[in-house]
């Protein structure tokens, strides 16, 4: 399922204006499909080589048989032996290189590659390592370093077009920003039912992509899991997390941390009210469907095999599934505002170690607001007993049984319309 963009068009004008090009996207976040789509345009020769998870010689015999398919190729000593064979040729060339990272051993080649690239050639680099693009963007000889974003709650709305929008944003919360998971939704079922089917069933392909691709280059993966189940959906911050996890302060839960983000599965932040205050720095998982993996089914994999779908769900995650829904949900509303109101700032906010998961900054002034996801629509007596000496908005999942003139009121179709 291809689902087009705007990142779509941004990207077809990069590849048309730069010769060589680092790609950043996370695992299976769709970088693979807009790169093809886009290459589908170009007239020059392409060859898309993909490395894999094994030894750089049955890496180097694949590309070689690739290569064969386009010019002749008997055998080739390096990588750059072979990108030679079409850097040499007068007619012009898009070389690719898919998941880079899975041969960083060869860094240096592929600095050579991209120095003395020919006037003819293209080349595009592609990782699902934040840590190795990082690395690599500081080549001199790169003209364009670009990040492929994972998909907005606006953008993902897409894998379920046919849903009402608060189910669109129920779906959203909990299935996240990545293609790879979203394509496993079916929009006919109820979001209890694809829960089950999609992060419970024993057979689910979701189970090797959390535990294992998404943590492909994290040494080791045990303290990986233990911070992303620690972390959950929640935002905390290193006093938070350090006695949780380890009892004593020896620089380990640092490193992992710098692993993590180095991976693109976490990030750290600071409220808005706190912009570079490193004391008040939160760490938090990044997409939806990696935070409720963490927080409901990892922690009890050993009674997937023990228990039905059905039992396990209303065991493990039926009873704090609102709880889930409303924090993520915090995250779509801080993008609307970003996005539709222009705020300056859009994020969490603390009050005094109170942190509001969805604020925002516009015109000098903080505006914090109150999430509600309770049955029935929301009272003017609840929104006036709720007390805050900062603006207010109230997001209602069922909508409001009142208008008022002095403050945001928002519901889920708010969210799915642009502001005019």
Not at 36 to 47: D, G, S, V
Not at 119 to 130: D, F, V
Not at 269 to 287: F, L, V
Not at 358 to 370: A, M
């Given at each position: 399922m291809y689902i087009s963009r705007k990142v779509d068009r941004e990207f077809e004008k990069i590849i048309e204006n730069n010769d060589a090009i680092?790609?950043?996207?996370?695992?299976?976040?769709?970088?693979?499909?807009?790169?093809?789509?886009?290459?589908?345009?170009?007239?020059?020769?392409?060859?898309?080589?993909?490395?894999?998870?094994?030894a750089y010689e049955k890496n180097l015999l694949a590309f070689a048989?690739?290569?064969?398919?386009?010019?002749?190729?008997?055998?080739?000593?390096?990588?750059?032996?072979?990108?030679?064979?079409?850097?040499?040729?007068?007619?012009?060339?898009?070389?690719?290189?898919?998941?880079?990272?899975?041969?960083?051993?060869?860094?240096?080649?592929?600095?050579?590659?991209?120095?003395?690239?020919?006037?003819?050639?293209?080349?595009?680099?592609?990782?699902?390592?934040?840590?190795?693009?990082?690395?690599?963007?500081?080549?001199?000889?790169?003209?364009k370093c670009s990040f492929i974003p994972t998909f907005e709650y606006s953008e993902a709305e897409s894998f379920y077009s046919k849903l009402n929008s608060k189910d669109k944003l129920l779906f959203y919360s909990v299935f996240g920003s990545l293609p790879y998971v979203n394509m496993l939704i079916n929009e006919e079922e109820s979001l209890k039912k694809n829960i089950r089917n999609i992060f419970i069933a024993k057979s689910s392909p979701i189970h090797p992509y959390m535990l294992y691709e998404i943590t492909k280059n994290i040494g080791k993966r045990s303290y990986a899991y233990d911070i992303l189940s620690e972390l959950g959906s929640e935002y905390k911050t290193y006093s938070?997390?350090?006695?949780?996890?380890?009892?004593?302060?020896?620089?380990?839960?640092?490193?992992?941390?710098?692993?993590?983000?180095?991976?693109?599965?976490?990030?750290?932040?600071?409220?808005?009210?706190?912009?570079?205050?490193?004391?008040?720095?939160?760490?938090?998982?990044?997409?939806?469907a990696v935070a409720f993996y963490y927080s409901y089914i990892y922690p009890y994999l050993d009674e997937i095999s023990e228990l039905s779908e059905k039992e396990f769900f209303e065991l493990h995650v039926e009873r704090e599934l609102g709880l889930f829904t409303d924090r993520m949900i915090s995250r779509a509303l801080n993008s609307y505002f970003k996005r539709?109101?222009?705020?300056?700032?859009?994020?969490?906010?603390?009050?005094?170690?109170?942190?509001?998961?969805?604020?925002?900054?516009?015109?000098?002034?903080?505006?914090?607001?109150?999430?509600?996801?309770?049955?029935?629509?929301m009272t003017s007596d609840e929104a006036e007993g709720i007390k805050c000496k900062y603006k207010k908005a109230f997001f209602s999942l069922n909508g409001f049984d009142f208008n008022a003139f002095d403050v945001e009121l928002l519901s889920p179709k708010d969210l799915y319309k642009e502001r005019i």
């Open positions: 680092l790609i950043y996207g996370f695992f299976k976040s769709g970088k693979s499909t807009l790169l093809r789509n886009a290459l589908k345009k170009r007239k020059e020769k392409t060859i898309i080589l993909t490395a894999k998870e094994s048989e690739k290569a064969d398919r386009l010019i002749s190729v008997e055998k080739t000593s390096s990588l750059f032996s072979l990108f030679s064979l079409f850097n040499e040729r007068e007619e012009k060339v898009i070389f690719v290189i898919e998941e880079i990272e899975n041969i960083r051993k060869q860094e240096d080649e592929i600095k050579r590659m991209l120095k003395e690239r020919g006037e003819n050639t293209k080349i595009i680099l592609t990782t699902a390592s934040l840590d190795f693009y990082n690395d690599l963007s500081s080549s001199r000889y790169l003209d938070d997390l350090l006695p949780s996890l380890y009892q004593e302060n020896n620089g380990l839960l640092d490193k992992q941390l710098s692993v993590l983000l180095g991976e693109g599965l976490i990030e750290k932040i600071n409220p808005i009210n706190k912009i570079g205050n490193r004391k008040s720095r939160y760490y938090c998982i990044k997409d939806g539709t109101y222009m705020a300056d700032e859009s994020g969490i906010f603390d009050d005094d170690g109170v942190v509001f998961n969805s604020s925002f900054l516009k015109n000098g002034e903080y505006t914090l607001t109150f999430i509600r996801t309770n049955d029935g629509k």
